[in-house]
């Protein structure tokens, strides 16, 4: 961008050369980079009008050559532009249309950039909901090609929603996953920010030790690159620091800093308002000093006056300095009654609203209790999983069985697991984290298991019931009353046991397999372990619900079981857990060495290490997530 205001009359001058030439030689692409160019100055100006103007005029010769790329950044800067000015249906307008050029070329990355400015324009409108959705989407497809620092900073932009909702411990889960990625892709700008943001977390949270560790090498970053934009706002962070914990010459130093990067962002006011106050200053010196000598040389005529006049006016100044206490102290006392009434009103209003709230906290936590109870309806009862594998066909000789890890965040879950007996005598079940957790969470698990039902009125083919459940999904969501409807839904482990297969062959065979498993994943790993080994069945990339992989089916992987195989399934809660001395993620790789050293336990052994190791690896932290581990010994 341009160093000063004074670069931009030349600039200007520049690009309206450039357009006079331009058309004679037939450059109509140059042409368009040039009106493109002069809306950004007036952009940058503040001029609306005239930057829609020449975007416009950009726009429309970008059409006429056909390069759609180009088309996506300038109707970009439109969206972005309408979006700052309020009109949010011009800008997802522009956005959408992007969408469908992006989608018709798939430009897999031009996407993930409209979804982005959908979720920044909602996040202007604070609209919090449909900005998380658009960017969670963006973060997706960011992902699946593999754009590390786009990953990070959606990763980022999404922490600052949840910290503007107060939503601290998701806001730090996001920054520290953005943190882990800036650090190792080197982009210091962007890790500086993020660093900033934690110690603004931990500063709300009063946690002033890390605050004062984060904040310090967010500005350690900023002072290395030379970036006022970055030193400004970490100077601003620790100054509060120092201030809450009592340093009161550390907070001026960074005050001072704070001043210092601001004044240089804004170079040009800051000296014309440095000179207009050193001025004023030297005014006011030498008006002071001017004022002394004159004072100086009325000093004895004023005395003399003064000495006759005192005696004349102490008795009448003595007794209206009493009148004056008198009405004073009766002043005082009115004062003092009425705020004693104050105080006693306010009282009574304060035990009014501590009972209203303590009744009110009460309605809300039998709701929840009672949702809590109805949700735990929808999922496998143990009747049925011990029917079905804890059986001596699902493995109960030989030290077999099951066991259930379920540790939602809160009283209710977006976690849930499930199982049915299917209509060819197989066994499914469940492993399931619907969109969000909590009551939200628990609403959409609810949806998700009715879906899962009907689907299997149909199918017994997993790939064939997560694609039923998702179209399920899909069309109940499209009334929630959203422009493009829901795109919410869940990411699932779906196992189908056929334990009756093995042994139509004889004696035999049924020695050698214990029962033939399908599966269908979507976003949920499904593990193995077989002779010490790990066996990892991926997941298709995509949830069960509306994605831009919507039309694509789901996979199914089949394979024979053979005695002492343990299975695992699992939501992402554990391995996405922050804790442990550096409060950093669990992580799957850990999860994975954890289950392997000790898959040679007794299955209820296995539950009682994950839930001793999860609790020791949270420690004084919040948990993040709701978590589900099945473990399965055949």
Request: proline letters at 3%; aromatic letters at 10%.
């Amino acid at each position: 961008m341009y160093k000063s205001k004074s670069e931009i009359p030349k600039a200007l001058e520049y690009y309206n050369k450039s357009l006079n030439i331009r058309p004679k030689i037939n450059d109509k692409k140059g042409q368009a980079e040039s009106y493109n160019n002069i809306g950004v100055i007036f952009d940058y100006q503040g001029d609306v009008n005239k930057t829609l103007e020449y975007y416009n005029k950009s726009l429309k010769l970008k059409e006429e050559i056909g390069d759609e790329k180009e088309i996506a950044t300038t109707r970009n800067n439109i969206g972005l532009l309408y979006g700052i000015q309020g009109d949010i249906t011009k800008a997802i307008e522009y956005f959408n249309k992007n969408l469908k050029m992006q989608a018709k070329i798939n430009d897999l990355a031009g996407m993930a950039l409209s979804y982005n400015n959908i979720g920044y324009v909602s996040d202007l409108q604070k609209d919090f909901t449909k900005a998380l959705e658009n960017y969670k989407i963006s973060l997706r497809i960011y992902q699946d090609i593999g754009d590390k620092n786009s990953i990070s900073r959606e990763l980022n932009n999404i922490g600052v929603l949840y910290f503007k909702q107060n939503d601290f411990p998701l806001a730090l889960r996001y920054y520290l996953e953005s943190l882990e990625i800036f650090e190792e892709t080197k982009n210091l700008q962007q890790k500086g920010n993020v660093l900033h943001n934690i110690g603004k977390i931990y500063f709300k949270q009063k946690n002033y030790k890390q605050a004062l560790y984060y904040g310090t090498q967010a500005l350690d970053i900023g002072q290395e690159l030379g970036f006022p934009y970055n030193i400004m706002p970490a100077a601003s962070l620790l100054n509060q620091i120092h201030k809450a914990t009592g340093n009161p010459i550390k907070a001026l130093e960074y005050y001072e800093l704070y001043i210092l990067m601001r004044d240089s962002i804004n170079n040009t006011e800051t000296r014309k308002s440095a000179i207009k106050s050193l001025l004023k200053y030297e005014y006011e010196k030498k008006t002071a000093a001017d004022s002394i000598k004159v004072a100086e040389e009325k000093k004895v005529t004023a005395a003399q006056l003064k000495q006759e006049k005192t005696q004349r006016f102490a008795l009448y100044g003595g007794l209206a300095l009493v009148l004056v206490f008198a009405g004073f102290m009766f002043n005082r006392f009115r004062i003092t009654q009425k705020q004693k009434h104050i105080i006693e009103l306010k009282e009574k209003e304060t035990q009014l609203q501590k009972s209203i709230i303590e009744e009110k906290h009460k309605e809300i936590t039998d709701s929840i209790n009672y949702a809590e109870r109805i949700q735990r309806s929808f999922l496998a009862t143990k009747e049925l999983l011990d029917e079905n594998l804890s059986s001596p066909r699902g493995g109960a000789e030989g030290g077999g069985g099951y066991f259930v890890f379920f540790k939602p965040k809160d009283v209710v879950s977006g976690d849930f697991y499930w199982s049915a007996k299917l209509s060819n005598g197989n066994f499914a079940l469940a492993t399931a984290d619907s969109t969000g957790h909590g009551v939200p969470g628990a609403i959409m698990s609810l949806l998700n298991v009715t879906s899962l039902e009907k689907a299997i009125e149909h199918h017994t083919n997993p790939a064939d019931i997560l694609n039923h459940t998702r179209q399920t999904i899909i069309e109940r969501l499209k009334k929630d009353g959203s422009e493009e409807g829901g795109k919410d839904g869940m990411d699932c482990s779906l196992l189908v046991f056929d334990f009756v297969s093995p042994f139509e062959g004889g004696a035999q065979r049924a020695g050698d397999v214990a029962a033939i498993l399908h599966i269908s994943a979507a976003n949920n790993p499904v593990w193995i372990i077989r002779n010490n080994e790990l066996i990892e069945i991926k997941p298709d990339k995509m949830p069960v619900g509306k994605s831009y992989k919507q039309d694509q089916s789901f996979t199914t992987h089949t394979l024979e079981l053979q005695k002492g195989d343990t299975i695992y399934t699992l939501t992402d809660g554990f391995p996405d857990q922050f804790g442990g001395d550096k409060g950093k993620k669990f992580m799957s790789k850990k999860l994975k060495e954890l289950l392997l050293a000790n898959v040679h336990l007794p299955i209820a052994q296995q539950k009682e290490l994950l839930d001793s190791t999860f609790k020791n690896w949270v420690g004084d932290l919040e948990q993040v997530d709701d978590v589900t581990v099945i473990g399965i010994k055949v």
